[in-house]
């Protein structure tokens, strides 16, 4: 008998961290803080993922930010990025944000943004693939088509006449 009652004590403190958990998000966003790079900006590949506008000089290939219409947009990206540990979501030059980051000694009070640990996303969020994943299949995969150093068309030999550069290598689902 106490050992059932041990087991219901159990299940019952598994739903009360259960419940806690889902109510992670969005209680665990940190409105109107910002943490600027403080020399902990990540620089990535976010075009994989789907970032065009917004980067860092332009370049979606190596950037720290991106634009994104929704918070959700920082949360998938970081929690894709095996070094990113924050992610920032604000208003810049009057377009909406993510910015990631591998530590958070910037951070500061700042009006309007709202950051996050990489572990504060909705229920349910997964890691993204880079690139259309209907494309990767035997030994054909993003690092080996797409990765800048093959040239603004990827690698040659991933190509033929139903996969292409443009099919393959942008997510088929936008941020």
């Not at 969005?26 to 990535?44: E, W, Y």
């Not at 720290?64 to 918070?71: G, H, M």
């Not at 970081?78 to 530590?103: A, H, Y």
Request: a negative charge; aromatic letters at 10%; charged letters at 20%.
């Amino acid at each position: 008998m106490a050992a059932l009652r041990c087991l219901a004590v159990l299940a019952a403190a598994a739903s009360l961290i259960a419940c806690a958990h889902a109510e992670d998000w969005p209680a665990c966003q940190q409105q109107n803080t910002v943490v600027r790079s403080g020399g902990q900006a990540l620089f990535a590949n976010l075009q994989g993922y789907g970032a065009t506008i917004g980067c860092f000089l332009d370049d979606c290939m190596s950037s720290d930010k991106f634009v994104a219409s929704e918070i959700e947009s920082c949360t998938k990206v970081c929690l894709s990025l095996p070094e990113c540990e924050w992610w920032v979501w604000g208003t810049e030059e009057g377009e909406t944000k993510c910015w990631f980051r591998t530590g958070d000694s910037g951070r500061e009070a700042g009006e309007g943004w709202i950051s996050g640990h990489k572990g504060c996303n909705p229920p349910g969020t997964q890691v993204l693939v880079m690139g259309n994943s209907e494309c990767w299949a035997e030994g054909f995969g993003y690092v080996n088509c797409c990765e800048a150093k093959f040239g603004p068309n990827g690698n040659a030999q991933c190509w033929d006449g139903v996969f292409n550069y443009d099919r393959c290598c942008f997510p088929k689902d936008e941020l």
